[in-house]
Nanobody
Framework: QVQVVESGGGLVQPGGSLRLSCAASGNIFRISAMGWHRQAPGKERELVATITSGGSTNYADSVKGRFTISRDNAKNTVYLQMNSLKPEDTAVYYC??????????????WGQGTQVTVSS
């Protein structure tokens, strides 16, 4: 099995910064894409950013220019640097890893989420 654990959430004032981390561990053969999603109260979960094993990235329009996703393949870890935070960024942030435990099959694994609150 694969475990995914996020860290780094918290309370920050508008305009501030936070860095989220997510580590995947377990019986991992290969991880392809990793990413971050978020879910605000009363709203559906939405994509924030993704990154492939080769480093190609994709961002939601709402975070482009403010958030940066990066990855350390050797550590099976993905990061989300969040700058110029806004109150509307408040949400539970979930990490996702598309991982294989064998050479011929892959599954999507999710973390438990970390709360990010942007408020003065």
């Amino acid at each position: 099995q694969v475990q995914v654990v996020e860290s780094g959430g918290g309370l920050v004032q508008p305009g501030g910064s936070l860095r989220l981390s997510c580590a995947a561990s377990g019986n991992i053969f290969r991880i392809s894409a990793m990413g971050w999603h978020r879910q605000a109260p009363g709203k559906e979960r939405e994509l924030v950013a993704t990154i492939t094993s080769g480093g190609s990235t994709n961002y939601a329009d709402s975070v482009k220019g403010r958030f940066t996703i990066s990855r350390d393949n050797a550590k099976n870890t993905v990061y989300l640097q969040m700058n110029s935070l806004k109150p509307e960024d408040t949400a539970v942030y979930y990490c996702n890893a598309d991982a294989s435990t064998t050479p011929w099959a892959s599954s999507s694994y999710w973390g438990q989420g970390t709360q990010v609150t942007v408020s003065s």
